[in-house]
Antibody, heavy 120, light 113 residues
Framework: QVQLQESGPGLVKPSETLSLICTVS????????WSWIRRPPGKGLEWIGY???????NCDPSLKSRVTMSVDTSKNQFSLKLSSVTAADTAVYYC??????????????WGQGTLVTVSS | DIVMTQSPDSLAVSLGERATINCKSS????????????LAWYQQKPGQPPKLLTY???TRESGVPDRFSGSGSGTDFSLTISTLQAEDVAVYYC?????????FGPGTKVEIK
């Protein structure tokens, strides 16, 4: 059974960098594309970006200048860094697996999500 | 970017009745080379991550009750719950994976009347 678990600080100060790690169990991180998705309070789902085990990435253009994604195949983990955060970045952050072996695919499964609040 | 819209924003349906949610994409998500629509539906309950219901617009995920069905092609899609159960109260999202940036609809909240 494939499981994903997000981890990282739940509180980040404005202008600082949000850092999250997703740990994958039950599957090799080399076999799929892995995405970050968030849900701001009271709003819908927003795709942030994906990473492949080769280090290839793609992300939403509106976030591209602030997003860094990386993968650690030895730990079966991938990570997200979002710089210069503001209150608008407050959200539940999810990591998710692209179901098939191509970039354009549906997401399954998802991690439980972690709430990140941006506040001083 | 492909913009996804959903209607209605919310709907209240009696137990055992049909619920239909509509989703429209700003451009076609049909890949004519394989005749597949790159459209998925998810259900999200409070405090839980989204759960995959259907993909390729109409393929039901394993384990999803057959009262859930997806349909449509091109730019117009729908998710139907044939006989609403209490456990179906949730927010439902459509999602296009035809081209990056991948995008979701704003969600439709389904409640019991």
């Amino acid at each position: 059974q494939v499981q994903l678990q997000e981890s990282g600080p739940g509180l980040v100060k404005p202008s600082e960098t949000l850092s999250l790690i997703c740990t994958v169990s039950g599957d090799s991180i080399k076999s799929h594309y892995w995405s970050w998705i968030r849900r701001p309070p009271g709003k819908g789902l927003e795709w942030i970006g994906y990473i492949y085990h080769t280090g290839s990435t793609n992300c939403d253009p509106s976030l591209k200048s602030r997003v860094t994604m990386s993968v650690d195949t030895s730990k079966n983990q991938f990570s997200l860094k979002l710089s210069s955060v503001t209150a608008a970045d407050t959200a539940v952050y999810y990591c998710a697996r692209g179901k098939t072996a191509v970039a354009g695919t549906w997401f399954d499964p998802w991690g439980q999500g972690t709430l990140v609040t941006v506040s001083s | 970017d492909i913009v996804m819209t959903q209607s209605p924003d919310s709907l209240a349906v009696s137990l055992g009745e049909r619920a239909t949610i509509n989703c429209k994409s700003s451009q076609s998500v049909l890949n004519t080379s394989n005749n597949k629509n790159y459209l998925a539906w998810y259900q999200q309950k409070p405090g839980q991550p989204p759960k995959l219901l259907t993909y390729w617009a109409s393929t039901r995920e394993s384990g999803v009750p057959d009262r859930f069905s997806g349909s449509g092609s091109g730019t117009d899609f729908s998710l139907t719950i044939s006989t609403l159960q209490a456990e179906d109260v949730a927010v439902y999202y459509c999602h296009q994976y035809y081209s990056a940036p991948f995008t979701f609809g704003p969600g439709t909240k389904v409640e019991i009347k």
